[in-house]
T-cell receptor, first 111, second 118 residues
Framework: GQQVMQIPQYQHVQEGEDFTTYCNSSTTLSNIQWYKQRPGGHPVFLIQLVKSGEVKKQKRLTFQFGEAKKNSSLHITATQTTDVGTYFCAGSTSGTYKYIFGTGTRLKVLA | ETGVTQTPRHLVMGMTNKKSLKCEQHLGHNAMYWYKQSAKKPLELMFVYNFKEQTENNSVPSRFSPECPNSSHLFLHLHTLQPEDSALYLC?????????????????FGQGTRLTVV
């Protein structure tokens, strides 16, 4: 079945350092979404990428969708303690009505 | 408040008990989902309902039984569970288009039910 892997599984950074998580799908996707889950919370939608090679920015967050639409990345510049949480990518294939979530990257920011 | 409400928030049940988890969405979406989140397998898709029809059952054991009486409500009936079923159960909803070229929109999650099987 379709699998979505993320690396790294965990990342500890000093506040102010950059952070990147990578997402790889075993199959070609129609779109990819990113979610953030704070400790004790539920996943919250961040952004969706649809086009091959697409790059989107949200303040300090930069999202990329690979040319082959099988991989994606999330980069955070100058991390803050509010960035703490687990970041998930979720891949979809057209007409399937489902989201396959990646394994997640847990980010810890040390003040 | 996400527009998706799950009850109860916490549940402790014995292996011989029968209980139900409830999810209600107030967003007018046409698709609803059950996910299981545990330390070993984060965000594992269990069931998908689209237009009240079950379109996906990801090899979930029969001790988990979903029910979707209408597009706003989703239940997960539990019976004779095992300790390894202890996890956070998350409900989500989204608006999906029809046809093979439709793009899924964002999923809205409820707060989850923390289930402990003793």
């Amino acid at each position: 079945g379709q699998q979505v892997m993320q690396i790294p599984q965990y990342q500890h950074v000093q506040e102010g350092e950059d952070f990147t998580t990578y997402c790889n799908s075993s199959t070609t996707l129609s779109n990819i979404q990113w979610y953030k889950q704070r400790p004790g919370g539920h996943p919250v939608f961040l952004i969706q990428l649809v086009k091959s090679g697409e790059v989107k920015k949200q303040k300090r967050l930069t999202f990329q969708f690979g040319e082959a639409k099988k991989n994606s990345s999330l980069h955070i510049t100058a991390t803050q303690t509010t960035d703490v949480g687990t970041y998930f990518c979720a891949g979809s294939t057209s007409g399937t009505y489902k989201y396959i979530f990646g394994t997640g990257t847990r980010l810890k920011v040390l003040a | 408040e996400t527009g998706v409400t799950q009850t109860p928030r916490h549940l402790v049940m014995g292996m011989t008990n029968k209980k139900s988890l409830k999810c209600e969405q107030h967003l007018g979406h046409n698709a609803m989902y059950w996910y299981k989140q545990s330390a070993k397998k984060p965000l594992e898709l269990m069931f998908v309902y689209n237009f009240k029809e079950q379109t996906e059952n990801n090899s979930v054991p029969s001790r988990f039984s979903p029910e979707c009486p209408n597009s706003s409500h989703l239940f997960l009936h539990l019976h004779t569970l095992q300790p390894e079923d202890s996890a956070l159960y998350l409900c989500a909803s989204s608006q999906v288009g029809e046809g093979t070229t439709s793009i899924n929109t964002e999923a809205f999650f409820g707060q989850g039910t923390r289930l402990t099987v003793v």
